[in-house]
Every structure is written in structure tokens, then in C-alpha cells.
């Protein structure tokens, strides 16, 4: 990533537009005073990139290796690239006098890769499996795309080198890409188009799969089965199952807490279902609250346990982006709907 404008860059510049060099350097010691490397780095920073890995080697027993998101196509034909690598870069030897280098475009999940291989002086190949490429440059074997080059041009670049090279060959696996934006990883999402579909179609008293409030309602009913079928198995009702976990969770409760605590489920557990629970050896009432007994803790934990289970296998369909997202938006949907409804986990007063 570059930090700062050089004079000869400005001088280039200045030839390309047929710009007065007089004009574009007064331009330029303008902005100095103004300048600040950081605001240029963010500024820099909104410009969402990719990610790659740069290989290359001297000789074949010394794979050298930086992450760089400076990558960019140049040319169709002949087909060129570029990159550009900081003068401080302990790779930079090998770069410059190898005449190859291998361009890796990360996947989605390559982040511990790309943060491995942008810590200097490390021995970044350890447990990396790699072959030596047409021209000798390392070869991942993991990338989303791959590009192995000759380095056919170096420019000077203020305190970076860029490298052009001529690719000999490539190949793309099309996978979701890893990208950098504003100092931090990102993932690609296509956007959606900007209407957003209803899904009901009142007139003709239907609707479809894309009525948002069904799928949200399917999606409960059917991720509930597992554990409605576990409540059945141990003779528990709904009422009984939330007080207990409520109660396993939060320690002694008071009937108005659990009144409070149930209320988003729509049920509204009395004095009788306590004592009744009480009878049953479920809860244990002391100075009134109650707690649970040692049969209740376990069947809440089994139940717990089928409930995580059935919810690891589901994640495991998802990126952890995904589920965060899903999260966020599940926490908005329950607070925006809940207003007089207590918050997602009331403490026992
Ligand atoms: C996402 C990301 C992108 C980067 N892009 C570049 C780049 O384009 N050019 C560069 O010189 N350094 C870049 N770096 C920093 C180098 O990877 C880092 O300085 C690395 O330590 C250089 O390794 P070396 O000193 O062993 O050669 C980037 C780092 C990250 C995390």
C-alpha cells in the first residue's frame, strides 16, 4: 500500500496530462502543509480491494511470500499485472532480482493466511502446502484465483516498487473472494435489487414464500421440533420447561419475575402451576422464590444439549459473518416488536 505522493510520480503525472510542471509542483507544496499520512491512508482505505499473497524464490528451497492488496490487472494483450511492494519489505531482494512472482487471490476464508503472510520475517511457509510453479515462483494450493508471472517492468514508486508482470499462466476456482476495506476484512455480498418483494398479495387474500413474518414463523416452528419432541419425551409442558430454564439460568426466581420473563411467549404461569410444579419435585420453593430441583437442572441440560446440537448442525451451513448478520438482525426484529415486552434476559430482581 502506498504511503505517500513522490516527486517522481508527480513528475510522471505531469508528462501523461501535459500538465505545466511548475503548476503541478506549487499543487504539491500546497498540500504538504495540509497532509496528513493518516487521513490519506483512510482515505486510501475506502477503496475496497482484494486480497493476494505474492510468492516468489531465489532458489527453490527458499520460498519468499507477502500479502498485498496493491494487486491490479493492467493489460488483456499481452496480459499484465501489477503489484506494489514497501522499499522496507525484507522480501524485496528476492522480488527484484527473481524475475517471477506468483499472484494469489484469497478465499472468503484465508484471513489467518493473509494475516500470516503480512507478518515480517516469519517463517511464513511452515505447514503451507506449495509446489514450485512454471517459472519457480511458490504455488498454493489454496487460492480462490492464481496468476504466475515474469516481471517484465520495475518502476520506482515513492517509497514502494511496482512490479508489472506478464502472466504465463492462470486459473480460477471462482471462490467467494477476501476482501480488505477501511483496515479491516470484508466478504462480498451481491446487492439485492433495491425493491423488496412483500411477498402478500392482499387483494387476492395469498401469499408467498417471500412473506417475510411466515418464514420467520416456519423457521421457529420447525428449529422447535427437536426440542418439543425432548419436553415430550421427559413429561414437561412449555410453561415447565421455560420456568425451569428461566429458574436453572438466573438462580431462585419470584413469580412476578417469571411473569415478566415469559411474557414475549405468550404464556402467564400462576400461583397454581408453581405449587403444582413445587408437588412435582420440579421446583423448590424457599422465602418465595423458587429454584430448580436437581431432576429439573437435569432435564433442562438435556434438553440444553438437544437444542445446541440441532443448532450446530444448522450453523454449519452458514459463515460466521452470516450468522453474526443473522443475529443482529433477529436481536433488531425482537426489539422492534417488543417495545412492552422486557428485555431479551430480565435479571431476577
Ligand atoms: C490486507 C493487507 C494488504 C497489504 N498490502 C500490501 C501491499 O500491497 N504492499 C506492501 O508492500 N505491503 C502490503 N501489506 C503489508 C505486508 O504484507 C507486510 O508488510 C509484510 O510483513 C511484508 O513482509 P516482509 O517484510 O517479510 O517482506 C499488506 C498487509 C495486509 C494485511
Request: some cysteine; overall charge negative; hydrophobic content about 40%.
Amino acid at each position: 500500500m502506498t504511503d505517500g505522493f513522490s516527486l517522481q510520480m508527480l513528475i510522471d503525472y505531469a508528462e501523461t496530462c501535459s500538465v505545466d510542471f511548475a503548476d503541478m509542483l506549487a499543487f504539491s507544496m500546497m498540500n504538504q502543509d495540509s497532509f496528513s499520512t493518516l487521513e490519506f491512508r483512510n482515505a486510501l482505505g475506502s477503496f475496497a480491494t482484494g486480497v493476494t499473497v505474492v510468492t516468489t524464490a531465489l532458489d527453490t528451497d527458499c520460498p519468499v511470500g507477502v500479502t498485498a492488496s496493491s494487486f491490479n490487472s493492467v493489460s488483456l494483450d499481452p496480459p499484465l499485472v501489477l503489484w506494489s511492494l514497501a522499499k522496507t519489505s525484507q522480501s524485496l531482494t528476492a522480488f527484484r532480482d527473481s524475475g517471477h512472482f506468483a499472484i494469489h487471490v484469497l478465499s472468503s476464508n484465508q484471513e489467518l493466511l493473509s494475516n500470516r503472510f503480512a507478518r515480517a520475517g516469519e517463517n511464513k511457509f511452515q505447514d503451507v502446502v506449495w509446489e514450485a510453479g512454471t517459472l519457480g515462483s511458490p504455488v498454493l494450493r489454496e487460492y480462490s484465483a492464481k496468476f504466475e508471472c515474469k516481471t517484465v517492468h520495475q518502476y520506482e514508486g515513492g517509497d514502494h516498487i511496482i512490479f508489472v508482470g506478464e502472466v504465463v499462466t492462470f486459473d480460477h476456482r471462482d471462490h467467494a473472494p477476501l476482501l480488505f476495506h477501511a483496515g479491516k476484512y470484508a466478504e462480498s455480498r451481491p446487492k439485492v435489487a433495491a425493491e423488496i418483494i412483500s411477498g402478500v398479495e392482499l387483494e387476492q387474500g395469498r401469499f408467498t414464500e417471500d412473506f417475510f413474518l411466515y418464514l420467520l414463523s416456519r423457521s421457529h416452528f420447525q428449529t422447535s421440533r427437536p426440542t418439543w419432541e425432548k419436553l415430550a419425551e421427559l413429561g414437561l409442558d412449555q410453561v415447565e420447561y421455560f420456568t425451569i430454564s428461566a429458574a436453572a439460568i438466573n438462580g431462585p426466581v419470584t413469580l412476578d419475575y417469571l411473569q415478566a420473563a415469559l411474557q414475549h411467549t405468550g404464556h402467564d404461569p400462576d400461583q397454581a402451576k408453581l405449587d403444582a410444579m413445587v408437588e412435582r419435585h420440579l421446583l423448590i420453593e424457599q422465602d418465595g422464590a423458587y429454584g430448580p430441583s436437581e431432576r429439573a437442572r437435569e432435564d433442562f441440560l438435556e434438553i440444553l444439549s438437544v437444542a445446541k446440537a440441532y443448532e450446530d448442525d444448522l450453523l454449519e451451513h452458514f459463515s460466521a459473518s452470516e450468522i453474526a448478520e443473522g443475529k443482529r438482525i433477529l436481536k433488531k426484529i425482537i426489539e422492534l416488536s417488543g417495545e412492552a415486552i422486557p428485555p431479551l434476559w430480565p435479571r431476577p430482581q
